[in-house]
T-cell receptor, first 116, second 112 residues
Framework: DTGVSQDPRHKITKRGQNVTFRCDPISEHNRLYWYRQTLGQGPEFLTYFQNEAQLEKSRLLSDRFSAERPKGSFSTLEIQRTEQGDSAMYLC??????????????FGPGTRLTVL | AQRVTQPEKLLSVFKGAPVELKCNYSYSGSPELFWYVQYSRQRLQLLLRHISRESIKGFTADLNKGETSFHLKKPFAQEEDSAMYYCALSRVHGAGSYQLTFGKGTKLSVIP
C-alpha cells in the first residue's frame, strides 16, 4: 500500500499520560498536514510541514501538543499530559507541491485516541 | 475567517432519485472548493474539486461565487453512494499552507 499510513490505529490512555502518533506520508510528498476530528465534526487543521519545516500551527494546537518531521519524511505528533477533551481521531494528510497549484491532499486512516 | 457550512447532517433519498448536498462558504479571497467522501470503514478521499470541472461517479458541483455555494449533485442516486460527504475549501495557489477548512459533513443514505 503506497498511501498515507498512520500508527497506531487506536490508542487508549489514561488522563495525564503522554502519547505519540506517527504518520508516514506518500513517498516524495513534501507537504504533510495534521488534522483532528471529533464526533459530529469535520476535520480541523492542526499544523502543517513543508519538508522538515513546521510552517503553520492552528490555535487549536495547545502547548501540550508538539509535532515534528525531522527528515522531511515521516512525522510524529505528541500530546503531553492528555486530557479527556483530547479524545478524537487524529488524521494525517500529505500532498505534493505542483506549479499548477494542485492541492489534492491524501489522507491516512487516522489514529483514534481515547483518553479515560 | 473562512467557514464552510453544510446545513444537513443527514440526507435520505431513494435509489434513482436526484441528490443535492448543500455547501455554503465564507472566505475573503478566492477559494478552491472540494468535496471529500468517506465510505464506511474507509479513509477520507477526494471526490471532486471545482477547478477540474469533472464529473466523478456521476457527481457534479458548480461553484457559485454570487451565492457562495458549492452544492454537490447527482441525477440518480445509487446505493453505493451512501457515505459521509464533506465540503472543504482552501486558498488558491500562492504562498501559504493550503490547509483545508471542512464543513461538519452530511451523511447520505440511499434507500433501496
Amino acid at each position: 500500500d503506497t498511501g498515507v499510513s498512520q500508527d497506531p490505529r487506536h490508542k487508549i490512555t489514561k488522563r495525564g499520560q503522554n502519547v505519540t502518533f506517527r504518520c508516514d506520508p506518500i513517498s516524495e510528498h513534501n507537504r504533510l498536514y495534521w488534522y483532528r476530528q471529533t464526533l459530529g465534526q469535520g476535520p480541523e487543521f492542526l499544523t502543517y510541514f513543508q519538508n522538515e519545516a513546521q510552517l503553520e500551527k492552528s490555535r487549536l494546537l495547545s502547548d501540550r501538543f508538539s509535532a515534528e518531521r525531522p527528515k522531511g519524511s515521516f512525522s510524529t505528533l505528541e500530546i503531553q499530559r492528555t486530557e479527556q477533551g483530547d479524545s478524537a481521531m487524529y488524521l494525517c494528510a500529505s500532498s505534493l507541491i505542483r506549479t499548477s497549484g494542485d492541492n489534492e491532499q491524501f489522507f491516512g486512516p487516522g489514529t483514534r485516541l481515547t483518553v479515560l | 475567517a473562512q467557514r464552510v457550512t453544510q446545513p444537513e447532517k443527514l440526507l435520505s433519498v431513494f435509489k434513482g432519485a436526484p441528490v443535492e448536498l448543500k455547501c455554503n462558504y465564507s472566505y475573503s479571497g478566492s477559494p478552491e472548493l472540494f468535496w471529500y467522501v468517506q465510505y464506511s470503514r474507509q479513509r477520507l478521499q477526494l471526490l471532486l474539486r471545482h477547478i477540474s470541472r469533472e464529473s466523478i461517479k456521476g457527481f457534479t458541483a458548480d461553484l457559485n461565487k454570487g451565492e457562495t455555494s458549492f452544492h454537490l449533485k447527482k441525477p440518480f442516486a445509487q446505493e453505493e453512494d451512501s457515505a459521509m460527504y464533506y465540503c472543504a475549501l482552501s486558498r488558491v495557489h500562492g504562498a501559504g499552507s493550503y490547509q483545508l477548512t471542512f464543513g461538519k459533513g452530511t451523511k447520505l443514505s440511499v434507500i433501496p
